[in-house]
């Protein structure tokens, strides 16, 4: 598969920048075109937060991911050591101050749409395997068990299927399942003419959830999405409800979720996120406790999520709905634009405004 970012390279004589949450599948894709870029790259395993963001000193700007922390806290810190500018890596910026940095006078870009596909084909790809027990069967074939117990699914033809969040994967994910021939309806704030004339039938969120068989989430997290799925809505749900989430962690109530599952009022939970995901993903904690033999048990033994995902009716995957060849090569390019437009003094095509 080709790799090479198409992206015309102004390079920045003067541009120091400091990318965080570096790690190996981002260094041919994304950090070596940065460094094609600009002169002065510099890349940090380490997740921004407040004990790393003084690493940043000296920096004009900062090249962040999904599980960089940067609070109030964090851009006054940056903002001393001289940073003007952060250039999201992803599309969610939930993670930072906005605010904060304007008003610091830093100004912050991200990757709006690097592949909606990417995301609604993951999302579609944990719908299929939860339904027909794929995790399951896996491992029980590995083991020489070919038995069939426990692995019925259901035709998806002919189901209710509720996305919540009509924006750019939302669609992607309704038109991928409308050749499944299932119903489509949809909850969101603002009705897209493209998801009418796809057929997707808009309602309130209290009439998606009793008529759902599986919902798919596609919000950003925000104040006013944050627990949208808590146990009030959980109650609406039919008993036998599958629920994805590649959005954000935020959006579902994990506590009460875990409950819904343990008591089987919800049929079954995918997520490629989950609310307290900075502490776990994009680590081998596995390999970390083994290094660490006659140490104390790390805490996320102790961490709810290791009650979620024991659950069999729960899938979980780090994080990776965005990794595919083509999202990375439109990461790096898009990053690249916003921050030559940056150095260049120019307007931000993608600049995230309150
Ligand atoms: P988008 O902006 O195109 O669409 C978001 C939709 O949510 C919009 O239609 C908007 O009207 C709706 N919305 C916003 N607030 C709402 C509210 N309070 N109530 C109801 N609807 C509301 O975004 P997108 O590109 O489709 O991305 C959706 C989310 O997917 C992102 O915000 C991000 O959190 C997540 N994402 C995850 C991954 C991953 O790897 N798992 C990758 C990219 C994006």
Redesign the pocket.
């Known amino acids: 598969m080709k790799s090479a970012v198409v992206v015309e390279l102004s390079t920045s004589t003067e541009l120091k920048l400091a990318v965080f949450s570096s790690c190996s599948y981002m260094e041919k894709d994304i950090n070596d075109p940065l460094r094609e870029a600009f002169t002065e790259v510099v890349c940090f395993d380490a997740r921004l937060d407040g004990k790393t963001a003084k690493l940043a000193e000296g920096f004009d700007a900062v090249c962040l991911f999904v599980n960089d922390s940067c609070d109030a806290e964090v851009i006054e810190t940056l903002s001393s050591g001289g940073v003007k500018f952060i250039a999201m890596r ?3 910026y ?1 993670r930072v101050d906005v605010a904060a940095a304007n008003a610091a006078g830093i100004r912050v870009s991200r990757v ?2 690097y592949s ?1 596909y990417a ?1 609604a084909e ?1 999302a579609v790809t944990l719908m299929l395997t939860l339904n027909r027990q794929v995790h399951k069967s896996y491992l029980r074939v590995r083991e020489g068990n070919f038995t069939l117990d426990g692995l019925v699914g259901f035709d998806m033809r002919g189901k209710t299927v509720g996305i ?7 669609r992607v994910t309704a038109g991928i399942l409308k050749g499944f021939g299932v119903r489509i309806v949809a ?4 009705q ?1 003419a493209e998801a009418i004339e796809m057929g997707i039938e808009y309602m309130e969120l209290e009439d998606l959830l009793p008529i759902c068989d599986i919902i798919s989430l ?5 104040e ?2 944050y627990h949208m799925i808590d146990e009030d809505a959980i109650a609406l749900m039919k008993p036998q409800c599958m629920v994805i989430n ?3 962690g935020g959006l579902i109530d994990t506590a009460a979720m875990s409950e819904a599952l343990k008591r089987r009022d919800v049929g079954s939970l995918a997520i ?2 989950y609310e307290k995901e900075q502490a776990l993903f994009f680590q081998d904690l596995a390999s970390q406790s083994d290094s660490q033999a006659g140490s104390s048990i790390p805490d996320y033994f102790d961490h709810e999520y290791t009650m979620l995902a024991s659950l069999p009716n729960v899938i979980v995957t780090p ?4 990794l595919t060849q083509e999202a990375l090569n439109n990461i790096a390019e898009s990053t690249i634009i916003s921050l030559n437009e940056f150095s260049r003094g120019d307007t931000l095509t993608n600049e995230v405004k309150l």
């Open positions: 992803c599309a969610g939930d709006p749409a909606p995301i993951h919540i969040g009509t924006g750019k994967i939302g909850y969101d704030i603002f897209s596609h919000l950003p997290l925000s006013a999405t590649t959005s954000r490629d996120v994080h990776q709905a965005f």
